[in-house]
């Protein structure tokens, strides 16, 4: 089965721009991840769908962070305007749902803010 | 609030020498605790999952135990090669089915 999708692969932008992150995640799989990872540290979780709705957010910077679940299928994730310390890698996993269920990661998108 | 601890954050050792990773958490609440593997620049890939009411599971080389109770979880492995060498995380699903990371134990296996 194909596995979680994300583009771009890379990204640099210059600070106060808008970037936009894509996830495709894996067919029948209804909770989405987004997480942030900097260099050095542990993934660390931005917000989490189930379906189309959002189970937990509360570690989004809801100033400049955004992001959308399409028909529960697909997601985006925004941030607008960036900031130097956004830089990292942002991973995108999907599980079926539940608790007994592995969760599975893209490859995830580095963004570089300069 | 669940927090995951790994201890040691990186470690050395030389070629086939068996080695232990150590993961703690604070909530016994858990469904499940996931191990992964991530290379440089790269995603994360699953290695092992344990449900909350198993105490271990294995795969090849790989043996990962959970005692609930204590919020312990270890990954041994077994006769350690280069190609090991990564950084491993593990992660668990709070009663929400948030996954909550560690901050990852980088491992290199000297020739």
């Known amino acids: 089965e194909a596995g979680v999708a994300q583009s771009p692969r890379y990204k640099i932008i210059e600070k106060r721009q808008s970037v936009a992150f894509w996830c495709n995640p894996i067919s029948g799989h209804a909770t989405l991840y987004w997480y942030q990872q900097i260099l050095g540290q542990g993934p660390k979780l931005l917000i989490q769908?189930?379906?189309?709705?959002?189970?937990?957010d509360s570690q989004l910077p809801k100033d400049r962070f955004s992001a959308e679940r399409l028909k529960g299928v697909d997601s985006t994730l925004k941030i607008q305007p960036a900031k130097l310390e956004d830089s990292a890698v942002y991973l995108c996993?999907?599980?079926?749902?539940?608790?007994?269920?592995?969760?599975?990661f893209g490859q995830g998108t580095r963004l570089t803010v300069v | 609030k669940q927090e995951v601890t790994q201890i040691p954050a990186a470690l050395s050792v030389p070629e086939g020498e068996n080695l232990v990773l150590n993961c703690s958490f604070t909530d016994s609440a858990i469904y499940n605790l996931q191990w992964f593997r991530q290379d440089p620049g790269k995603g994360l890939t699953s290695l092992l999952l344990i449900q909350s009411s198993q105490r271990e599971q294995t795969s090849g080389r790989l043996n990962a135990s959970l005692d609930k109770s204590s919020g312990r979880s270890t990954l041994y492995i077994a006769a350690s090669q280069p190609g090991d060498s990564a950084t491993y995380l593990c992660?668990?699903?709070?009663?929400?089915?948030?996954?909550?990371f560690g901050s990852g134990t980088r491992l290199l296996v000297r020739p």
């Open positions: 996993a999907s599980s079926l749902g539940g608790g007994a269920t592995e969760a599975f």
């Open positions: 769908f189930q379906n189309n709705g959002v189970v937990d």
């Open positions: 992660a668990v699903m709070d009663s929400s089915y948030k996954l909550i």
